[in-house]
C-alpha cells in the first residue's frame, strides 16, 4: 500500500477528529491524504499514489511498501492476520511489476496476547514468505498496555526489483485501453464480515487472500503493455477504479455482467445491505492495458491457478475523464462513485 | 531496529502470555524473538541479529530496516513520536554504515484523535525527515475502534545506502577493541517519564532523540575500522552492550567513571529507583573499534554536533565471553546483565 487516493484537488479534512471511515480507502481516506500526509511530505515519488514507491538506487529500479494489519479477528476462513500481512506487500510490489525479495515484520502486541496465538501467527507469517520466495529480513516488535491496542497489528515493509521495461502506474490509462479484472469479487470482506458477526452460509466464504506475483511474472512474459495494475483491497473494485480514472484523466466504462461475483457473495451482500463492488478483495487484481494485447494476457492469467476467471470487465473512455459508469445488464448506465466512509472497518 | 537480542541459546519463552517486558528490549524481548520470530523466519540475514538488514541487489549494498512507535506521550520535552520516527530508523541505518536514503511510514490511528494531533505528528515526521535528507516515498493509514488503540502508532521502515568497505555488525568485536560511547545516556528514558508522570525538575531533561547519520559518515572519514556500532535505545546502554558480548563471544570491560550522566538523570533515576544504564536513548550511540583508530574516531566525533561528550568508555576482552563487567570508582568490579523485563514501558 502507499497512500493512494484520488488526484484532484479536494476540499479540507472537514471533521475535528479522526473516524473511522478515514481508514476505510474511499473518500474520507483521500482527504486525509491531500490534507495531511502529502503536504507533510512532499515529495514527487509519493505524489504519484501508486501502490508502491519505485526508487532508483546504484542504477537498480526497487519498489518500496509499507502497509500495516489490524485485521479482526486474527484468523478467519481462507488465511489469518499473518499470512494477509504478507500478501498484502507482496501484492503492493507485484502491482508496481516488482519481483519481491524482503519483507520486515513489526509486531505491536496487547499485552496479555496468549503467547500461543503469536507463535500461529508468526508461523503462518513465515511460511508464507517461504511459500512467495521472500525471506523476512528485519523486524521489530512493541508491546502495549492491556486496553491499548487490540491483540496484535502487524506492519510489513516490502522491497522489490522492477522487471525491466516494466513502470506500470495508476496515471498511465489510455483511451480504448482494456480493463482487466483477475476473479471473483467481494470474498476477503465477507469471510471477514461473517466470521466477526457470526453470520453462517449454507456455502461457507473463504477469503481470496493470495499472492499475486507470480500471476503477474506471467503477464510480463507476455507483454510490457500493461499501462498499470491495482489490487482492488480496501475500497473494493470501486475505489480502485476511480483512484485509476482519476490519476489518468480518463473515464472508466465497465459491465456489470462481465464482473463474477459468487452466488453467495452477492447473496451476503444482499443480506447486509452492502455492494459487492465496495467489498475488499486481497488476492484479485485489475489491469488496465493496450487493447493489441488485452486477449494474450487474459488467456495467460486464465492458465494461471490465481487468473482462472480472469477476463475483460471494461475499457478507458475519453468521455467523463475522472468518472467511473457502469453498464447495467438492463442497458441503463450509473455512475459508481468512491465510498465516502467505511463499509467494513478493519478488513486488513 | 530488527529482532535484536542474544544469540546463544536461551530458555523457551516461560509465559503463556505477552508480558509488557517482552517489549523491553531486555532478556524477555531476546526470548521472544529466539522462542517465537527466528524459528518462525528462519533466514541467515535475519539471524544477524542487527539492527538492519544488509541485502546484496544487484551489485548494491543496501540496508533496510523497520520499527513500530508506541511512545507515550506523543509530545514531550525534545521531540515527539513523528521526529522520534524518523530518528529512530535513521539510526538503524546508521548503525548498519549506510546512507539513508528513503522511509516509509504507516500510522494506526484510534478512531477519535483529534485531526490537529495528527496533523502535527505529520508535520513533525516531514520535518525530521526532510532534515535527515531522506524522503517518506511510501505509506499507510489505518484506523482502529476507539478503546482499540491509544492516538497514534507509528511505524517507520527505512533504506539506504550502505558505505563502500564498511560492514559492522555486533559479531565483530574483537578483544582488544576500544568502546566508544558518543555522549550523556539516560535523557529520553527520564524525559518520557517525567512528562508521563508530571515530575518536574529544577533543570528539566529534554530527550536526546537525534540523527546519527551524519556523525557516522564523519567517523566513516576518518576510518572504516569500525567493527560495530549500536544506538543504545530500548534497554539502555547495558542491553547493547550485552547484545554485542554475546554475539562476538567477548567480554566487554567499561569504567562506571568515564560513562556521562547528566546531574539531573542521575537525580531522577535515584528518586525513581531507575538505573541510568538500563535507560534508553534516542540520539546516542556506542562504536566498537580497532585500537589504533580510536583516538581518531574519538576526535573526530567530538568535532560533530551530536557527539561533542564522546569518548572511551572501556575495552573488549578475551575474559568473560559473553558478559559485561563494570570497574566502580571505588575499585570493585560488578556484572552489568540485561534487564530481565522492563524499566520503562512504552518509551519509543
Given at each position: 500500500m502507499t497512500f493512494t487516493g484520488l488526484s484532484c484537488p479536494l476540499p479540507v479534512t472537514t471533521t475535528d477528529q479522526v473516524l473511522l471511515g478515514h481508514g476505510s480507502g474511499g473518500k474520507l481516506s483521500a482527504e486525509l491524504v491531500h490534507d495531511i500526509f502529502l503536504p507533510a511530505f512532499r515529495n514527487p515519488i509519493l505524489a504519484e499514489l501508486n501502490d508502491q514507491a519505485v526508487l532508483s538506487i546504484n542504477g537498480s529500479r526497487l519498489a518500496f511498501t509499507t502497509d500495516s494489519f489490524v485485521v479482526k479477528p486474527l484468523f478467519f476462513r481462507g488465511g489469518d492476520i499473518g499470512s494477509l500481512a504478507v500478501h498484502g506487500t507482496i501484492n503492493d510490489l507485484a502491482m508496481g511489476g516488482a519481483k519481491p525479495l524482503f519483507l520486515g515484520a513489526a509486531f505491536i502486541i496487547e499485552e496479555g496476547l496468549p503467547m500461543e496465538t503469536l507463535r500461529k501467527v508468526a508461523a503462518s507469517l513465515g511460511r508464507a514468505a517461504t511459500a512467495c520466495g521472500v525471506q523476512v529480513v528485519t523486524g521489530d516488535t512493541k508491546v502495549v498496555e492491556k486496553g491499548s491496542g487490540d491483540g496484535l497489528f502487524i506492519n510489513t515493509s516490502g522491497l522489490g526489483l522492477v522487471y525491466p521495461g516494466v513502470s506500470p502506474s495508476a496515471s498511465q490509462a489510455r483511451p480504448n485501453d482494456v480493463v482487466i479484472l483477475s476473479g471473483y469479487v467481494g470474498d476477503h470482506g465477507i469471510a471477514i464480515m461473517a466470521e466477526r458477526e457470526g453470520v453462517e452460509f449454507d456455502t461457507p466464504v473463504a477469503s481470496?487472500?493470495?499472492?499475486?506475483h507470480t500471476l503477474v511474472a506471467s503477464m510480463l512474459n507476455v507483454s510490457c503493455e500493461i499501462r498499470c495494475m491495482r489490487d482492488p483491497t480496501r475500497g473494493g473494485l470501486s475505489s480502485s477504479l476511480n483512484e485509476i480514472a482519476q490519476q489518468s484523466h480518463v473515464g472508466i466504462s465497465i459491465e456489470e455482467a462481465a464482473i463474477p461475483i459468487r452466488e453467495e457473495v452477492r447473496g451476503a451482500c444482499e443480506m447486509l445491505g452492502l455492494d459487492p463492488l465496495y467489498v475488499a478483495n486481497e488476492g484479485k487484481m485489475i489491469a488496465i492495458v493496450d487493447p493489441s494485447v488485452a486477449d494474450d494476457l487474459v488467456a495467460a492469467m486464465q492458465r494461471h491457478p490465481v487468473g482462472r476467471e480472469a477476463r475483460r470487465i471494461g475499457v478507458v473512455t475519453q468521455a467523463n475523464p475522472g468518472w467511473v459508469t457502469m453498464r447495467t445488464p438492463f442497458g441503463t448506465t450509473r455512475v459508481v462513485d468512491m465510498l465516502p466512509g467505511d463499509q467494513l472497518p478493519r478488513i486488513c
Amino acid at each position: 500500500m502507499t497512500f493512494t487516493g484520488l488526484s484532484c484537488p479536494l476540499p479540507v479534512t472537514t471533521t475535528d477528529q479522526v473516524l473511522l471511515g478515514h481508514g476505510s480507502g474511499g473518500k474520507l481516506s483521500a482527504e486525509l491524504v491531500h490534507d495531511i500526509f502529502l503536504p507533510a511530505f512532499r515529495n514527487p515519488i509519493l505524489a504519484e499514489l501508486n501502490d508502491q514507491a519505485v526508487l532508483s538506487i546504484n542504477g537498480s529500479r526497487l519498489a518500496f511498501t509499507t502497509d500495516s494489519f489490524v485485521v479482526k479477528p486474527l484468523f478467519f476462513r481462507g488465511g489469518d492476520i499473518g499470512s494477509l500481512a504478507v500478501h498484502g506487500t507482496i501484492n503492493d510490489l507485484a502491482m508496481g511489476g516488482a519481483k519481491p525479495l524482503f519483507l520486515g515484520a513489526a509486531f505491536i502486541i496487547e499485552e496479555g496476547l496468549p503467547m500461543e496465538t503469536l507463535r500461529k501467527v508468526a508461523a503462518s507469517l513465515g511460511r508464507a514468505a517461504t511459500a512467495c520466495g521472500v525471506q523476512v529480513v528485519t523486524g521489530d516488535t512493541k508491546v502495549v498496555e492491556k486496553g491499548s491496542g487490540d491483540g496484535l497489528f502487524i506492519n510489513t515493509s516490502g522491497l522489490g526489483l522492477v522487471y525491466p521495461g516494466v513502470s506500470p502506474s495508476a496515471s498511465q490509462a489510455r483511451p480504448n485501453d482494456v480493463v482487466i479484472l483477475s476473479g471473483y469479487v467481494g470474498d476477503h470482506g465477507i469471510a471477514i464480515m461473517a466470521e466477526r458477526e457470526g453470520v453462517e452460509f449454507d456455502t461457507p466464504v473463504a477469503s481470496d487472500s493470495a499472492p499475486l506475483h507470480t500471476l503477474v511474472a506471467s503477464m510480463l512474459n507476455v507483454s510490457c503493455e500493461i499501462r498499470c495494475m491495482r489490487d482492488p483491497t480496501r475500497g473494493g473494485l470501486s475505489s480502485s477504479l476511480n483512484e485509476i480514472a482519476q490519476q489518468s484523466h480518463v473515464g472508466i466504462s465497465i459491465e456489470e455482467a462481465a464482473i463474477p461475483i459468487r452466488e453467495e457473495v452477492r447473496g451476503a451482500c444482499e443480506m447486509l445491505g452492502l455492494d459487492p463492488l465496495y467489498v475488499a478483495n486481497e488476492g484479485k487484481m485489475i489491469a488496465i492495458v493496450d487493447p493489441s494485447v488485452a486477449d494474450d494476457l487474459v488467456a495467460a492469467m486464465q492458465r494461471h491457478p490465481v487468473g482462472r476467471e480472469a477476463r475483460r470487465i471494461g475499457v478507458v473512455t475519453q468521455a467523463n475523464p475522472g468518472w467511473v459508469t457502469m453498464r447495467t445488464p438492463f442497458g441503463t448506465t450509473r455512475v459508481v462513485d468512491m465510498l465516502p466512509g467505511d463499509q467494513l472497518p478493519r478488513i486488513c
